[in-house]
């Protein structure tokens, strides 16, 4: 009876368009704010903070941005890992090789190096589409991986493939203490994800969706399909570069060219598949799905006391992963974004059936 309408009404156009038009809606994402920017950093041990929310914030800009592309645009991609090793690279470079340069900077310039790429492997989907789009992308996981290996001057020279970061700040303030990396991380999440909505919202989001829906109907009304797919890849490398060199700078610490490797991919689509297509919700329920639910399954042995080695517990902990992702698969191929509005609209409507 608390998730009602009655009384909220819009008495102009832009009450009528923003984001969250609900009040309740409005109340329940600043508490979720005010949770997220002062309370977990509070009271989250330093675990809590490295292995499950620094983690789950930078894959949810990931799939975030993979989202912009294979769930707005409609356009198969099998190269983000790729897309995330070239922002980290980039980012490191540009602090090794610039003195002095800003941390932010450093990471946007990661984002830009990103996009250059998405751009680049983005021009044959201007010719063409499914599974030959997505063989095309995966050719650019391993040129990535080929070139992070082969070529010293992307190491800066390093022996062993591997490179560091160490000693971050932010405008002159500290940014090594698990709780200033997890907000680091929280402020990009905000900046991406409220600036995504907006831009999907507009006529640029609305081109993408009408080139997923059908391309050929969207260039007769006037929509330019080039413009429209290279700025999908555009947005959607920018972004997934720039969680690559969160990545690397705010969780790694040290890395090499393995860390962004094919599974890392993989695991982006599975977000993206099982949180939901074009929502922006659904990158974060997949991202709590893909970072969360291992941990859990990894513990469940312990709980309830069976007694089982760690390789087994490992091996049934992916045989149930797989099996969750099969089930949502087939129940929900809208992923847990569609259930979570599905849930909201049956409370908006409670007790009524319609």
Known sequence: M????????????????????????????????????IVIPM??????L????????????????????????????????AFMAVGAYVAYNCQARFEGMPLIVALLAGGLGATVLGV????????????????????????VDWACLRLKWVTNDSTSGSVSVANLNLFGVSVESPQARYLLC??????????????????????WMAMRDMDVAAAVIGIRPMQAKLSAFAVSSFIIGVAGALWGFVHLGSWEPAAFGINRSFDLLFMVIIGGLGSISGAFFGAAFIVVLPLLLDKV????????????????ALMIFGALIVFFLIKEPHGLARLWATAKEKLRLWPFPH
Request: net charge positive; charged share 10%; hydrophobic share 55%.
């Open 186 to 207: 929280l402020a990009f999440v905000v900046v991406f994800a409220l600036a995504t909505k907006n831009l999907v919202r507009g006529h640029i989001g609305r081109s």
């Open 301 to 316: 042995p312990y709980w309830t006391g069976l007694p089982m080695d760690t390789a087994t517990a490992s091996h049934l």
């Open 50 to 81: 490295r292995a499950i929310f620094i983690p789950f914030l930078i894959l949810s800009l990931a799939a975030l941005g993979l989202n912009v592309l294979v769930g707005y645009c409609g356009q198969i991609s099998l190269g983000s890992g």
């Open 43 to 48: 009271v989250s041990s330093e675990y809590l």
């Open 120 to 143: 680049a492997f983005g021009l044959p989907s201007l010719r063409i589409k499914g599974l030959y789009l997505a063989v095309a992308t995966l050719a650019a996981q391993f040129f």
């Open 2 to 37: 608390l998730y009602r309408e009655n009384g909220q009404f819009k008495t102009s156009y832009a009450a009528d368009s923003q984001i969250l038009p609900i009040r309740q809606d409005r109340i329940a994402m600043a508490l979720l704010l005010a949770a997220a920017f």
